[in-house]
Protein backbone atom coordinates (compact mmCIF):
# COMPACT_ATOMS: atom_id res chain seq x y z
CA UNK A 1 0.00 0.00 0.00
CA UNK A 2 1.41 3.44 -0.92
CA UNK A 3 1.51 5.65 1.75
CA UNK A 4 -0.18 9.20 1.38
CA UNK A 5 2.26 11.03 1.34
CA UNK A 6 4.43 9.41 -1.12
CA UNK A 7 0.71 9.29 -2.91
CA UNK A 8 0.56 13.22 -2.95
CA UNK A 9 4.10 13.72 -4.32
CA UNK A 10 3.47 11.30 -7.41
CA UNK A 11 -0.13 13.36 -7.81
CA UNK A 12 2.90 16.92 -7.62
CA UNK A 13 4.69 15.06 -10.23
CA UNK A 14 1.89 14.25 -12.84
CA UNK A 15 0.75 17.42 -12.23
CA UNK A 16 3.97 19.24 -13.26
CA UNK A 17 4.93 17.14 -15.95
CA UNK A 18 0.98 18.00 -17.09
CA UNK A 19 1.38 21.87 -16.63
CA UNK A 20 4.87 22.00 -18.56
CA UNK A 21 2.87 20.27 -21.19
CA UNK A 22 4.60 16.63 -20.97
CA UNK A 23 1.27 15.86 -20.37
CA UNK A 24 1.96 12.97 -23.10
CA UNK A 25 4.12 11.43 -20.91
CA UNK A 26 2.06 10.86 -18.22
CA UNK A 27 -0.92 10.09 -20.40
CA UNK A 28 0.77 7.23 -22.10
CA UNK A 29 1.25 5.46 -19.11
CA UNK A 30 -1.63 2.38 -18.75
CA UNK A 31 -2.81 3.97 -15.39
CA UNK A 32 -3.87 6.92 -16.73
CA UNK A 33 -5.26 6.04 -20.35
CA UNK A 34 -9.17 5.89 -19.10
CA UNK A 35 -9.13 9.73 -17.46
CA UNK A 36 -6.50 11.33 -20.75
CA UNK A 37 -9.62 13.00 -21.76
CA UNK A 38 -9.59 14.97 -18.25
CA UNK A 39 -6.20 16.90 -19.53
CA UNK A 40 -8.78 19.35 -21.34
CA UNK A 41 -9.94 20.38 -18.73
CA UNK A 42 -7.00 21.18 -17.13
CA UNK A 43 -5.97 25.01 -17.08
CA UNK A 44 -3.05 24.55 -17.77
CA UNK A 45 -3.62 22.83 -21.12
CA UNK A 46 -4.77 26.02 -22.03
CA UNK A 47 -1.94 28.10 -20.94
CA UNK A 48 0.01 27.61 -24.02
CA UNK A 49 2.72 25.26 -22.40
CA UNK A 50 2.67 23.11 -25.38
CA UNK A 51 3.36 26.07 -27.71
CA UNK A 52 7.47 25.91 -25.89
CA UNK A 53 9.72 24.06 -27.73
CA UNK A 54 10.44 20.38 -25.60
CA UNK A 55 14.10 21.08 -24.40
CA UNK A 56 12.78 24.15 -22.79
CA UNK A 57 9.81 21.95 -20.80
CA UNK A 58 11.74 19.27 -20.08
CA UNK A 59 14.23 21.62 -18.61
CA UNK A 60 11.69 23.73 -16.30
CA UNK A 61 10.06 20.00 -15.73
CA UNK A 62 13.42 18.73 -13.84
CA UNK A 63 13.82 22.47 -12.00
CA UNK A 64 10.41 22.64 -10.54
CA UNK A 65 10.91 19.03 -9.26
CA UNK A 66 13.81 19.31 -7.13
CA UNK A 67 17.70 18.97 -6.99
CA UNK A 68 17.12 15.29 -7.43
CA UNK A 69 15.68 15.41 -10.43
CA UNK A 70 18.04 18.49 -11.73
CA UNK A 71 20.80 15.95 -11.17
CA UNK A 72 19.27 13.12 -13.36
CA UNK A 73 19.40 16.50 -16.35
CA UNK A 74 22.66 17.28 -15.21
CA UNK A 75 23.96 14.38 -15.83
CA UNK A 76 22.13 13.85 -19.25
CA UNK A 77 23.14 16.66 -20.88
CA UNK A 78 27.07 15.74 -20.54
CA UNK A 79 25.91 12.99 -23.27
CA UNK A 80 24.69 15.33 -26.38
CA UNK A 81 25.68 12.11 -28.33
CA UNK A 82 22.49 9.70 -26.86
CA UNK A 83 19.94 12.71 -27.15
CA UNK A 84 18.49 15.02 -29.60
CA UNK A 85 20.40 18.53 -29.97
CA UNK A 86 17.49 20.94 -28.49
CA UNK A 87 16.98 18.40 -25.45
CA UNK A 88 21.25 18.48 -24.89
CA UNK A 89 21.19 22.28 -25.35
CA UNK A 90 18.66 23.10 -22.81
CA UNK A 91 19.37 20.35 -19.99
CA UNK A 92 23.26 22.01 -20.37
CA UNK A 93 21.48 25.08 -18.99
CA UNK A 94 20.72 22.72 -15.72
CA UNK A 95 24.68 22.64 -14.82
CA UNK A 96 25.26 26.29 -13.39
CA UNK A 97 22.12 27.74 -14.59
CA UNK A 98 19.30 27.15 -11.84
CA UNK A 99 16.69 29.65 -10.93
CA UNK A 100 18.27 31.03 -7.98
CA UNK A 101 16.92 32.30 -4.71
CA UNK A 102 17.03 35.59 -3.17
CA UNK A 103 20.43 37.14 -1.92
CA UNK A 104 18.25 38.21 1.30
CA UNK A 105 17.98 34.61 2.14
CA UNK A 106 21.28 34.06 1.45
CA UNK A 107 22.48 36.50 3.55
CA UNK A 108 20.34 35.49 6.07
CA UNK A 109 21.89 31.81 6.01
CA UNK A 110 25.65 33.36 5.65
CA UNK A 111 25.28 35.63 8.75
CA UNK A 112 23.56 32.68 11.05
CA UNK A 113 26.21 30.16 10.03
CA UNK A 114 29.23 32.86 10.58
CA UNK A 115 27.74 34.80 13.70
CA UNK A 116 28.96 37.76 11.94
CA UNK A 117 27.44 40.41 9.34
CA UNK A 118 28.15 40.43 5.76
CA UNK A 119 30.15 43.62 5.93
CA UNK A 120 32.22 42.49 9.18
CA UNK A 121 33.48 39.42 7.02
CA UNK A 122 33.83 40.44 3.90
CA UNK A 123 35.49 43.44 1.93
CA UNK A 124 32.89 43.13 -1.00
CA UNK A 125 29.81 41.08 -1.40
CA UNK A 126 28.25 40.52 -4.56
CA UNK A 127 24.29 39.89 -4.41
CA UNK A 128 24.00 38.29 -7.63
CA UNK A 129 24.44 34.84 -7.65
CA UNK A 130 27.29 33.79 -9.53
CA UNK A 131 26.05 30.52 -10.46
CA UNK A 132 23.24 28.34 -9.00
CA UNK A 133 22.41 24.95 -8.87
CA UNK A 134 20.30 21.98 -7.92
CA UNK A 135 21.75 22.07 -4.23
CA UNK A 136 23.22 25.78 -3.48
CA UNK A 137 23.87 28.35 -5.00
CA UNK A 138 27.56 30.74 -5.17
CA UNK A 139 28.66 34.74 -4.53
CA UNK A 140 31.06 36.15 -5.24
CA UNK A 141 33.18 38.16 -2.58
CA UNK A 142 36.41 40.02 -1.20
CA UNK A 143 38.41 39.24 1.80
CA UNK A 144 39.19 41.99 4.17
CA UNK A 145 43.12 41.57 3.27
CA UNK A 146 41.95 41.62 -0.23
CA UNK A 147 42.00 37.99 -1.52
CA UNK A 148 39.16 37.15 -4.24
CA UNK A 149 37.00 34.54 -3.03
CA UNK A 150 33.66 32.86 -3.89
CA UNK A 151 30.98 31.97 -0.74
CA UNK A 152 28.33 28.58 -1.43
CA UNK A 153 25.48 28.65 0.38
CA UNK A 154 22.87 26.01 0.54
CA UNK A 155 19.46 26.34 -0.98
CA UNK A 156 16.77 26.91 2.15
CA UNK A 157 15.16 23.96 3.27
CA UNK A 158 16.81 21.74 0.72
CA UNK A 159 16.96 18.60 2.60
CA UNK A 160 13.60 18.33 3.28
CA UNK A 161 12.68 18.26 -0.35
CA UNK A 162 15.34 15.68 -0.90
CA UNK A 163 14.63 13.80 1.48
CA UNK A 164 10.81 13.21 -0.10
CA UNK A 165 12.09 12.41 -3.21
CA UNK A 166 14.59 9.66 -1.85
CA UNK A 167 11.44 8.41 0.25
CA UNK A 168 9.73 8.57 -3.35
CA UNK A 169 12.24 6.66 -5.12
CA UNK A 170 12.99 4.10 -2.14
CA UNK A 171 9.00 3.45 -2.07
CA UNK A 172 9.29 2.52 -5.98
CA UNK A 173 12.08 0.43 -5.69
CA UNK A 174 10.14 -1.43 -3.03
CA UNK A 175 7.44 -1.98 -5.77
CA UNK A 176 9.87 -3.06 -8.86
CA UNK A 177 10.85 -5.67 -6.01
CA UNK A 178 7.73 -7.11 -5.43
CA UNK A 179 6.72 -6.88 -8.96
CA UNK A 180 9.47 -6.79 -11.28
CA UNK A 181 11.11 -9.98 -12.22
CA UNK A 182 14.80 -8.20 -13.29
CA UNK A 183 14.22 -6.13 -9.98
CA UNK A 184 16.69 -8.98 -8.17
CA UNK A 185 19.24 -8.70 -10.24
CA UNK A 186 19.20 -4.76 -10.52
CA UNK A 187 19.15 -3.95 -6.66
CA UNK A 188 17.48 -1.02 -7.09
CA UNK A 189 16.85 -0.93 -2.74
CA UNK A 190 20.43 -0.80 -2.54
CA UNK A 191 21.25 1.64 -5.28
CA UNK A 192 18.72 4.00 -4.00
CA UNK A 193 20.42 3.81 -0.48
CA UNK A 194 23.64 4.57 -2.11
CA UNK A 195 22.46 7.34 -3.57
CA UNK A 196 20.45 8.98 -0.81
CA UNK A 197 24.40 8.25 1.04
CA UNK A 198 25.64 10.32 -1.68
CA UNK A 199 23.41 12.81 -2.22
CA UNK A 200 23.08 13.66 1.77
CA UNK A 201 26.53 14.11 2.45
CA UNK A 202 26.05 16.97 -0.44
CA UNK A 203 24.05 19.10 2.21
CA UNK A 204 27.33 18.80 4.76
CA UNK A 205 29.73 21.59 3.24
CA UNK A 206 32.01 20.88 6.02
CA UNK A 207 32.86 17.84 4.37
CA UNK A 208 32.86 19.02 0.98
CA UNK A 209 35.85 21.52 2.18
CA UNK A 210 37.52 18.33 3.37
CA UNK A 211 36.56 16.86 0.11
CA UNK A 212 38.37 19.57 -1.60
CA UNK A 213 41.28 19.69 0.62
CA UNK A 214 42.28 16.05 0.16
CA UNK A 215 42.02 16.35 -3.43
CA UNK A 216 43.98 19.25 -3.51
CA UNK A 217 46.69 17.33 -1.52
CA UNK A 218 47.00 14.45 -4.03
CA UNK A 219 47.27 16.83 -6.90
CA UNK A 220 49.33 19.38 -5.59
CA UNK A 221 51.59 21.30 -8.09
CA UNK A 222 50.55 19.03 -10.72
CA UNK A 223 49.95 19.90 -14.40
CA UNK A 224 46.60 18.12 -14.69
CA UNK A 225 44.11 19.69 -12.61
CA UNK A 226 44.25 22.94 -9.85
CA UNK A 227 41.97 22.36 -7.10
CA UNK A 228 41.23 26.02 -5.00
CA UNK A 229 42.45 26.23 -1.56
CA UNK A 230 39.25 26.08 1.15
CA UNK A 231 38.96 28.90 3.80
CA UNK A 232 38.60 26.88 7.16
CA UNK A 233 37.44 29.53 9.46
CA UNK A 234 34.73 30.58 7.47
CA UNK A 235 33.10 27.39 6.34
CA UNK A 236 30.30 25.90 8.12
CA UNK A 237 27.69 23.19 7.51
CA UNK A 238 25.89 25.38 5.06
CA UNK A 239 28.01 27.75 4.03
CA UNK A 240 31.79 27.52 2.53
CA UNK A 241 34.36 30.06 1.20
CA UNK A 242 36.55 28.81 -1.08
CA UNK A 243 39.94 31.06 -3.14
CA UNK A 244 38.14 32.03 -6.46
CA UNK A 245 39.29 30.81 -10.07
CA UNK A 246 39.81 32.03 -13.52
CA UNK A 247 38.54 30.14 -16.30
CA UNK A 248 36.84 28.46 -19.60
CA UNK A 249 33.94 26.14 -19.05
CA UNK A 250 34.84 23.10 -20.62
CA UNK A 251 31.44 22.81 -22.33
CA UNK A 252 32.07 26.24 -23.63
CA UNK A 253 34.22 24.98 -27.61
CA UNK A 254 33.77 27.88 -28.81
CA UNK A 255 35.61 29.75 -26.10
CA UNK A 256 38.24 27.20 -25.88
CA UNK A 257 39.27 27.17 -29.66
CA UNK A 258 39.54 30.99 -29.89
CA UNK A 259 41.59 30.49 -26.84
CA UNK A 260 43.53 28.31 -28.91
CA UNK A 261 42.77 25.14 -26.32
CA UNK A 262 44.63 21.91 -26.95
CA UNK A 263 42.03 19.77 -27.42
CA UNK A 264 44.09 16.58 -28.01
CA UNK A 265 46.29 17.17 -24.80
CA UNK A 266 42.97 17.78 -22.53
CA UNK A 267 40.76 14.80 -23.90
CA UNK A 268 44.03 13.05 -22.68
CA UNK A 269 44.29 14.52 -19.35
CA UNK A 270 40.97 13.48 -18.60
CA UNK A 271 41.23 10.18 -19.09
CA UNK A 272 44.50 10.19 -17.29
CA UNK A 273 43.19 12.13 -14.25
CA UNK A 274 39.72 9.89 -14.10
CA UNK A 275 42.73 6.90 -13.65
CA UNK A 276 45.19 8.50 -11.19
CA UNK A 277 42.00 9.56 -8.98
CA UNK A 278 40.44 6.02 -9.25
CA UNK A 279 43.60 3.75 -9.02
CA UNK A 280 46.20 6.23 -7.37
CA UNK A 281 44.73 7.85 -4.71
CA UNK A 282 41.32 5.86 -4.43
CA UNK A 283 39.52 8.83 -4.33
CA UNK A 284 37.79 10.59 -6.94
CA UNK A 285 35.44 13.69 -8.15
CA UNK A 286 32.50 12.12 -8.81
CA UNK A 287 30.22 14.77 -10.00
CA UNK A 288 32.35 15.74 -13.05
CA UNK A 289 29.67 16.90 -15.23
CA UNK A 290 30.66 20.80 -17.02
CA UNK A 291 29.17 22.96 -14.97
CA UNK A 292 31.82 21.95 -12.14
CA UNK A 293 34.79 21.96 -14.85
CA UNK A 294 36.83 24.82 -16.23
CA UNK A 295 40.29 25.20 -17.99
CA UNK A 296 43.49 27.20 -18.22
CA UNK A 297 44.59 27.38 -21.27
CA UNK A 298 46.18 25.80 -23.33
CA UNK A 299 45.46 22.61 -21.35
CA UNK A 300 44.66 22.78 -17.81
CA UNK A 301 41.84 21.49 -15.83
CA UNK A 302 40.16 23.62 -12.97
CA UNK A 303 37.53 21.44 -10.80
CA UNK A 304 34.59 22.89 -8.57
CA UNK A 305 32.07 21.29 -6.68
CA UNK A 306 33.39 18.87 -4.09
CA UNK A 307 30.06 17.36 -2.45
CA UNK A 308 30.16 14.04 -4.43
CA UNK A 309 33.40 11.78 -4.12
CA UNK A 310 33.82 8.23 -4.09
CA UNK A 311 36.46 5.50 -3.24
CA UNK A 312 36.55 1.69 -3.86
CA UNK A 313 37.33 -1.47 -1.67
CA UNK A 314 40.86 -2.67 -2.18
CA UNK A 315 39.02 -5.79 -4.16
CA UNK A 316 36.70 -3.72 -5.85
CA UNK A 317 39.51 -1.74 -7.41
CA UNK A 318 41.91 -4.52 -7.99
CA UNK A 319 39.19 -6.17 -9.95
CA UNK A 320 38.48 -3.05 -11.81
CA UNK A 321 41.85 -2.70 -12.76
CA UNK A 322 42.56 -6.37 -13.73
CA UNK A 323 38.57 -5.89 -16.10
CA UNK A 324 39.60 -2.64 -17.57
CA UNK A 325 43.43 -4.12 -18.54
CA UNK A 326 42.07 -7.81 -19.48
CA UNK A 327 39.40 -6.12 -21.77
CA UNK A 328 42.24 -3.32 -23.08
CA UNK A 329 44.13 -6.34 -24.06
CA UNK A 330 40.85 -8.15 -25.35
CA UNK A 331 41.49 -11.12 -22.65
CA UNK A 332 37.92 -11.52 -22.98
CA UNK A 333 38.12 -15.00 -21.23
CA UNK A 334 40.17 -13.48 -18.38
CA UNK A 335 36.81 -10.30 -17.70
CA UNK A 336 34.61 -13.76 -18.19
CA UNK A 337 36.16 -15.63 -15.36
CA UNK A 338 36.36 -12.55 -13.14
CA UNK A 339 33.32 -11.99 -13.73
CA UNK A 340 32.39 -14.83 -11.99
CA UNK A 341 34.67 -15.38 -9.31
CA UNK A 342 33.53 -11.49 -8.32
CA UNK A 343 30.34 -12.82 -7.71
CA UNK A 344 28.96 -10.36 -10.10
CA UNK A 345 27.33 -13.07 -12.61
CA UNK A 346 26.36 -16.56 -10.56
CA UNK A 347 29.23 -19.12 -10.17
CA UNK A 348 26.52 -21.71 -12.43
CA UNK A 349 27.42 -19.38 -15.49
CA UNK A 350 29.57 -20.97 -18.41
CA UNK A 351 32.71 -19.05 -18.71
CA UNK A 352 33.04 -19.64 -22.21
CA UNK A 353 29.80 -18.85 -23.37
CA UNK A 354 30.40 -15.27 -21.45
CA UNK A 355 33.58 -14.53 -22.80
CA UNK A 356 31.46 -15.24 -26.32
CA UNK A 357 28.68 -13.20 -25.40
CA UNK A 358 31.69 -9.96 -24.38
CA UNK A 359 33.41 -10.82 -27.65
CA UNK A 360 30.42 -9.61 -29.69
CA UNK A 361 29.15 -6.61 -27.64
CA UNK A 362 33.14 -4.63 -27.27
CA UNK A 363 34.89 -6.20 -30.38
CA UNK A 364 33.42 -3.86 -32.63
CA UNK A 365 34.38 -0.89 -30.79
CA UNK A 366 37.60 -1.12 -30.65
CA UNK A 367 40.53 0.69 -32.22
CA UNK A 368 37.99 3.57 -33.20
CA UNK A 369 37.60 6.94 -32.04
CA UNK A 370 35.18 8.14 -29.85
CA UNK A 371 33.41 9.78 -32.26
CA UNK A 372 32.86 6.39 -34.59
CA UNK A 373 31.10 4.43 -31.76
CA UNK A 374 27.14 4.41 -30.74
CA UNK A 375 26.89 4.04 -27.39
CA UNK A 376 23.19 3.75 -28.02
CA UNK A 377 23.84 0.72 -29.43
CA UNK A 378 26.72 -0.22 -26.81
CA UNK A 379 24.41 0.19 -23.41
CA UNK A 380 21.33 -1.82 -25.64
CA UNK A 381 23.91 -4.87 -25.76
CA UNK A 382 25.67 -4.47 -22.62
CA UNK A 383 21.57 -4.46 -20.92
CA UNK A 384 20.75 -7.33 -22.86
CA UNK A 385 24.00 -9.60 -22.34
CA UNK A 386 23.26 -8.41 -18.51
CA UNK A 387 19.82 -9.69 -18.35
CA UNK A 388 20.79 -12.65 -20.22
CA UNK A 389 23.58 -13.49 -17.53
CA UNK A 390 21.59 -12.29 -14.38
CA UNK A 391 24.73 -10.03 -14.33
CA UNK A 392 24.24 -8.13 -10.85
CA UNK A 393 24.43 -4.50 -10.32
CA UNK A 394 27.31 -3.31 -7.73
CA UNK A 395 25.86 -0.22 -6.04
CA UNK A 396 28.71 0.42 -4.47
CA UNK A 397 30.53 1.08 -8.43
CA UNK A 398 27.22 3.17 -9.45
CA UNK A 399 29.41 6.69 -8.72
CA UNK A 400 32.69 5.43 -10.67
CA UNK A 401 30.17 4.02 -14.04
CA UNK A 402 28.48 7.97 -13.58
CA UNK A 403 31.79 9.59 -13.41
CA UNK A 404 33.18 7.36 -16.11
CA UNK A 405 30.46 8.24 -18.54
CA UNK A 406 30.45 12.09 -17.74
CA UNK A 407 34.52 12.00 -18.56
CA UNK A 408 33.85 9.83 -21.52
CA UNK A 409 31.07 12.54 -22.82
CA UNK A 410 33.77 14.96 -22.05
CA UNK A 411 35.93 13.68 -24.24
CA UNK A 412 33.61 13.54 -27.30
CA UNK A 413 32.94 17.09 -26.85
CA UNK A 414 36.72 17.83 -26.62
CA UNK A 415 37.89 15.30 -28.76
CA UNK A 416 35.83 12.86 -30.87
CA UNK A 417 38.95 11.61 -32.00
CA UNK A 418 40.29 10.50 -28.94
CA UNK A 419 41.44 6.82 -28.52
CA UNK A 420 40.19 6.31 -25.04
CA UNK A 421 41.75 2.14 -25.02
CA UNK A 422 45.40 3.32 -26.09
CA UNK A 423 45.12 6.71 -23.61
CA UNK A 424 44.31 4.07 -20.85
CA UNK A 425 46.12 0.81 -21.44
CA UNK A 426 49.61 2.59 -20.80
CA UNK A 427 48.33 4.02 -17.16
CA UNK A 428 47.12 0.82 -15.89
CA UNK A 429 49.91 -1.62 -16.94
CA UNK A 430 52.04 1.10 -15.17
CA UNK A 431 49.59 1.12 -12.04
CA UNK A 432 49.64 -2.73 -12.12
CA UNK A 433 53.40 -3.37 -12.69
CA UNK A 434 53.44 -0.59 -9.77
CA UNK A 435 51.14 -2.11 -6.87
CA UNK A 436 51.62 -5.83 -7.68
CA UNK A 437 55.27 -6.53 -9.58
CA UNK A 438 58.26 -8.16 -7.92
CA UNK A 439 59.30 -4.33 -6.85
CA UNK A 440 56.03 -3.44 -5.40
CA UNK A 441 56.04 -6.65 -3.06
CA UNK A 442 59.46 -5.97 -2.13
CA UNK A 443 58.81 -2.52 -1.38
CA UNK A 444 55.90 -3.50 1.22
CA UNK A 445 57.81 -6.17 2.77
CA UNK A 446 60.33 -3.02 3.45
CA UNK A 447 57.85 -0.92 4.31
CA UNK A 448 56.70 -3.96 6.96
CA UNK A 449 60.29 -4.26 8.37
CA UNK A 450 60.49 -1.25 10.62
CA UNK A 451 57.26 -2.76 12.47
CA UNK A 452 58.85 -6.16 12.08
CA UNK A 453 62.20 -5.22 13.76
CA UNK A 454 60.29 -3.70 16.71
CA UNK A 455 58.52 -7.06 17.81
CA UNK A 456 61.65 -8.94 17.08
CA UNK A 457 62.74 -9.10 20.41
CA UNK A 458 59.56 -10.36 21.79
CA UNK A 459 59.89 -13.20 19.25
CA UNK A 460 61.86 -15.93 21.63
CA UNK A 461 59.48 -15.50 24.28
CA UNK A 462 56.26 -15.37 22.27
CA UNK A 463 57.85 -18.56 20.78
CA UNK A 464 58.34 -19.99 24.06
CA UNK A 465 54.89 -19.23 25.32
CA UNK A 466 53.48 -20.83 22.28
CA UNK A 467 55.24 -23.80 23.00
CA UNK A 468 54.59 -23.74 26.38
CA UNK A 469 50.56 -23.25 25.68
CA UNK A 470 50.65 -25.95 23.47
CA UNK A 471 52.35 -28.41 26.20
CA UNK A 472 49.64 -27.76 28.34
CA UNK A 473 47.48 -28.26 25.87
CA UNK A 474 48.67 -31.72 25.21
CA UNK A 475 48.20 -32.40 28.99
CA UNK A 476 45.33 -31.18 29.21
CA UNK A 477 43.88 -33.18 26.40
CA UNK A 478 45.69 -36.24 27.72
CA UNK A 479 43.61 -35.40 30.95
CA UNK A 480 40.19 -34.53 29.46
CA UNK A 481 40.56 -38.06 27.51
CA UNK A 482 41.30 -40.08 30.90
CA UNK A 483 38.31 -38.46 32.05
CA UNK A 484 36.46 -39.03 29.39
CA UNK A 485 37.17 -42.42 29.32
CA UNK A 486 36.38 -43.01 33.18
CA UNK A 487 33.12 -41.29 32.40
CA UNK A 488 32.48 -43.88 29.81
CA UNK A 489 32.76 -46.47 32.10
CA UNK A 490 31.00 -45.46 34.91
CA UNK A 491 28.39 -44.94 32.53
CA UNK A 492 28.82 -48.40 31.04
CA UNK A 493 28.93 -49.57 34.54
CA UNK A 494 24.94 -47.97 35.30
CA UNK A 495 24.08 -49.19 32.12
CA UNK A 496 25.13 -52.94 33.28
CA UNK A 497 23.87 -52.27 36.82
CA UNK A 498 20.04 -50.84 35.32
CA UNK A 499 19.58 -53.70 32.63
CA UNK A 500 20.18 -56.26 35.73
CA UNK A 501 17.75 -54.12 37.90
CA UNK A 502 15.06 -54.41 35.36
CA UNK A 503 15.96 -58.35 34.49
CA UNK A 504 15.01 -58.82 38.00
CA UNK A 505 12.36 -57.19 38.36
CA UNK A 506 10.88 -59.20 36.01
CA UNK A 507 11.49 -61.78 36.37
CA UNK A 508 10.03 -61.05 39.97
CA UNK A 509 6.43 -59.72 38.30
CA UNK A 510 6.59 -62.94 36.07
CA UNK A 511 7.08 -65.24 39.40
CA UNK A 512 4.16 -63.22 41.27
CA UNK A 513 1.72 -64.09 38.25
CA UNK A 514 2.72 -67.47 38.30
CA UNK A 515 1.96 -67.90 41.80
CA UNK A 516 -0.91 -66.11 41.85
Same mark, same amino acid.
Given at each position: ?49 ? +???? =? ?16 ? =? ?11 ? %? ?130 ? +? ?152 ? %? ?16 ? %? ?27 ? %? ?60 ? +? ?35
Amino acid at each position: MIRPKILLRLIHINWVLVYHGLDEIVLKTHLFRPIRYLVYLSPAYWMGRH +NEPR =GVRIRKTLEELGPIYVKF =GQALSTRKDLLPD %DIADELVKLQDRVPPFSSAVARTIIEKELGATISETFAEFDDKPLASASVAQVHTAVLPDGRKVIVKVLRPDIEKRILSDVGLLSELARFAERFWKDARRLRPLEVVAEFEKTTLDELDLVREAANAAKLRR +NFENSELIYVPEVYWPLTRQKVMVMERIHGIPVGDIDQLRAGNADFKLLAERGVEIFFTQVFRDNFFHADMHPGNIFVELPAKYLAVDFGIVGTLSPSDQRYLAENFLAFFNRDYHRVAQMHVESGWVPGSTRVEEFESAIRSVCEPIFEKPLK %DISFGHLLLRLFQTARRF %DMHVQPQLVLLQKTLLNIEGLGRQLYPEL %DLWQTAKPFLEKWFHERLGPQAKIKKVLQQFPELAEKFPEIPMLVFKALDDASHAHEQMTRQ +NYEMHELRKQIEKNHNGLMTAIIISAAMVSAALLLA
